[in-house]
């Protein structure tokens, strides 16, 4: 059984790396991908690109055998997501425009990126996003800033680097990357415009008790 969910697992790594390059989320050889199954990772192998990685390339942890592919670099920043979210079976790690771009502009006094409420999914869905200090990709700072921020949030941005997230299942993390990539672009697009946020008392309404 092990065996036929893994299989599926990695054919779903497959269909979600294709979806995402087709998207535009992952130009070049950016962005990584994993799907926890029982105790294993299945990730995107080092170096692959999203839009030709196939089902044998992916690599799993603890491996099976010496010369097995080795995972993304970026595996510490997935461990960390995966450990601060029990619940979760997927992480999804993109350098996609706007969500990157955000990312490179200061946080708030508090410590999040700097993306307004304009909307009730932006809120609902996203919650405060947590801005992650720079370290470099790969490294064990990078997963550190990590574990420290995603205690209660599934959404971070790695400051100057790109977004990455934490979900129940692997659409539902492709649908939380897509909605803080569109709630960047619609920030960057109203920004210099006249632009009408949701009030405190809409935005405490839309919010999840607890978060």
Known sequence: ?????????????VRACRHLSAAGLSPGSSGNVSVRVGSRIVATPTGSSLRSVV???????????????????ELPLHAAMYAAHPEATAVVHLHSPYATALACLP????????????????????????????????????????TAAAPGHPVLLLANHGPVVAAATLDAAID????????????????????????AAAVAALTPPGR
């Open 1 to 13: 059984m092990s065996e036929e969910r893994e299989a599926e697992a990695r054919r779903a790594i």
């Open 107 to 146: 946080p708030d006094e508090r410590g999040f990126a700097p993306l307004p409420p304009l909307t009730p999914y932006r809120v609902m869905r996203l919650g405060d996003v947590p801005l992650v200090p720079y370290s470099a990709p790969g490294s064990a700072d990078l997963a550190a800033g990590v």
């Open 55 to 73: 089902e044998h390339e992916l690599a799993a942890t603890p491996a099976d055998q010496e010369g097995a592919p080795r995972p993304t670099k």
């Open 176 to 199: 939380l990357a897509e909605e803080l990539e569109t709630a960047a672009q619609l920030t960057f697009l109203l920004r210099q415009a006249p632009s009408v946020a949701l009030d």
